[in-house]
């Protein structure tokens, strides 16, 4: 399933923002003890509540960040290729405030926190870039809450549509993602109201047949659901 990460896998890591400015010397600090491991659907890679024993980097397919509490459960987040989570987890040496589990076949790289930690220690370029992604995580979470917090339910699901519209390239049409009922439990609704939502967007320009999304009138989507750079990404 996986090992100590080869040296195919260090331009993957190298690439990313938070280890770009990091010198030679840190790198190969950072990714010596480092595994990489793939993972089929549905696998759960940490849970809240454990302590952050890896930095975690999606290096293919897609994760899901959820917590749950007194049997009720909710999505955080979705996390595609190239993206890193539980970063704070690790440099503050806390558990993990999520869970998080593979919805598609994926793999995994994962550096020991003690690594990170060190050479957040050592080496002003990477600590430089440790506060730059955890700025954006923290912007990132002020605009999830703005979202929730301002917008309807319909509203967020028109915005939710235009994002996902705008990373696929702007095709008129294309497939979710993710399960509905992943979809539903993000934007803070029910599956029934998801499904009224979509019904509901039909008058805004939006079609939805099973999984697939079509756009025949981009312009009237964009009136009704308004995005805002303050609040989308």
């Given at each position: 399933m996986g090992g100590i990460v080869a040296s195919r896998h260090f331009d993957e890591i190298r690439s990313l923002p938070l280890f770009s400015a990091t010198n030679d010397e840190s790198f190969g600090a950072l990714v010596r003890g480092a595994y990489v491991q793939n993972f089929p659907p549905h696998t759960e890679l940490i849970s809240e509540g454990e302590p952050a024993d890896f930095l975690y980097i999606v290096a293919s397919g897609c994760v899901e960040l959820f917590s749950a509490w007194q049997g009720r459960e909710t999505s955080?987040?979705?996390?595609?290729?190239?993206?890193?989570?539980?970063?704070?987890?690790?440099?503050?040496?806390?558990?993990?405030?999520?869970?998080?589990?593979?919805?598609?076949?994926?793999?995994?790289?994962?550096?020991p926190s003690e690594d990170i930690r060190r050479v957040f220690s050592s080496d002003p370029d990477f600590a430089r870039s440790i506060v730059s992604e955890l700025a954006g995580c923290y912007r990132a979470s002020v605009k999830d809450a703005k979202n929730v917090k301002l917008r309807t339910s319909l509203e967020r699901l028109a915005n939710f549509i235009l994002r996902q519209h705008t990373q696929l390239g702007g095709p008129a049409q294309f497939d979710l993602k993710f399960e509905k009922r992943r979809i539903a439990s993000f934007l803070g609704m029910t599956p029934e109201n998801l499904s009224r939502a979509f019904s509901s967007l039909q008058g805004h320009g939006v079609e939805v047949k099973g999984e697939t999304i079509f756009i025949s009138n981009l312009e009237a989507l964009r009136a009704f659901a308004h995005p805002d750079p303050l609040i989308d990404s």
């Amino acid at each position: 399933m996986g090992g100590i990460v080869a040296s195919r896998h260090f331009d993957e890591i190298r690439s990313l923002p938070l280890f770009s400015a990091t010198n030679d010397e840190s790198f190969g600090a950072l990714v010596r003890g480092a595994y990489v491991q793939n993972f089929p659907p549905h696998t759960e890679l940490i849970s809240e509540g454990e302590p952050a024993d890896f930095l975690y980097i999606v290096a293919s397919g897609c994760v899901e960040l959820f917590s749950a509490w007194q049997g009720r459960e909710t999505s955080m987040a979705f996390l595609c290729s190239n993206s890193t989570f539980i970063l704070a987890a690790t440099i503050k040496d806390r558990p993990y405030l999520m869970s998080a589990r593979t919805l598609q076949k994926s793999r995994a790289i994962m550096i020991p926190s003690e690594d990170i930690r060190r050479v957040f220690s050592s080496d002003p370029d990477f600590a430089r870039s440790i506060v730059s992604e955890l700025a954006g995580c923290y912007r990132a979470s002020v605009k999830d809450a703005k979202n929730v917090k301002l917008r309807t339910s319909l509203e967020r699901l028109a915005n939710f549509i235009l994002r996902q519209h705008t990373q696929l390239g702007g095709p008129a049409q294309f497939d979710l993602k993710f399960e509905k009922r992943r979809i539903a439990s993000f934007l803070g609704m029910t599956p029934e109201n998801l499904s009224r939502a979509f019904s509901s967007l039909q008058g805004h320009g939006v079609e939805v047949k099973g999984e697939t999304i079509f756009i025949s009138n981009l312009e009237a989507l964009r009136a009704f659901a308004h995005p805002d750079p303050l609040i989308d990404s």
